[in-house]
């Protein structure tokens, strides 16, 4: 098992920008990919961002490309996504991920509890 944990969510205007944090434990030599995903209220939850437990290239939806960063620290076990330029369309809770088989992916074996994000206008 993988135990995620975010933290980093609030409150932020448009423009304005968060990180939020995503620690790991348990079976973290399992991982092989960690992502981002988001689910606004009524919405299905959408893929956000994912990197490789190892490094190399990271990947992202469209609509956060050149705006959302990812990226790890491995002496941490922790995963980060840096988000600026904010939206009030990039409202809703965050939830990060872990999977043991793929980097990229519409559904995750782990998930977090999630962290709320909200922007306003």
């Known amino acids: 098992q993988v135990q995620l944990v975010e933290s980093g969510g609030g409150l932020v205007q448009a423009g304005g920008s968060l990180r939020l944090s995503c620690a790991a434990s348990?079976?973290?030599?399992?991982?092989?990919?960690m992502g981002w995903f988001r689910q606004a209220p009524g919405l299905e939850r959408e893929f956000v961002a994912a990197?490789?437990?190892?490094?190399?290239?990271?990947y992202y939806t469209e609509s956060v490309r050149g705006r959302f960063t990812i990226s790890r620290d491995g002496a941490k076990n922790t995963v980060y996504l840096q988000m600026n330029s904010l939206k009030p369309e990039d409202t809703a809770v965050y939830y990060c991920?872990?999977?043991?088989?793929?980097?990229?992916?519409?559904?995750?074996?782990?998930y977090g509890q999630g962290t709320q994000v909200t922007v306003s206008s």
């Open positions: 991920a872990a999977d043991p088989t793929r980097i990229v992916a519409t559904d995750y074996d782990y």
């Open positions: 990197i490789g437990w190892s490094g190399g290239s990271a």
């Open positions: 348990g079976r973290i030599s399992s991982i092989v990919g």
